[in-house]
């Protein structure tokens, strides 16, 4: 299994272009384009909700990547103290101001995983390879 980390503070984060990295990584990885537009997509709103909801921008954020042959797993580790609570059937309205991107999570990944840790929260996404 191959691993790709992020360890940035909030404003690293916004001014640090780990899109880019993390998509040559993929690519290295044999990533099925569409596959990685996913977890792109998905590592995204993630980042955006830590920042959006966490008060201390100092504390690192780590993201860590790990490719195998089967999956991809997508480790997400902060210092919030809050999980997310989701309960949605259905997309939220586009006029919803919460709710559209843990939605987007929850229906693209294979696994969503939310858990509370000793230093804030963990986020867990898995998708599974298509060869």
Known sequence: MNSLQFNLTHEQWRQHPFC???EQFM???NVHERQRFKVITCVLEAVSNVISHTQDTHEP???IV????????????????TVPK???EECPNQLSEHGRGLWI???WMD?????TTVLGSHLRLTLLRHH
Do not use: G, T
Request: glycine share 0%; net charge negative.
């Open 20 to 22: 880019d990295e993390l």
């Open 27 to 29: 690519l290295m990885q």
């Open 61 to 63: 954020i780590v993201l």
């Open 66 to 81: 790990h490719c195998s042959h089967d999956r991809i797993i997508v480790d997400l580790l902060d210092h919030s103290p």
């Open 86 to 88: 989701v309960a949605f």
């Open 105 to 107: 999570m929850y229906n």
């Open 111 to 115: 696994a969503v995983r939310f858990q």
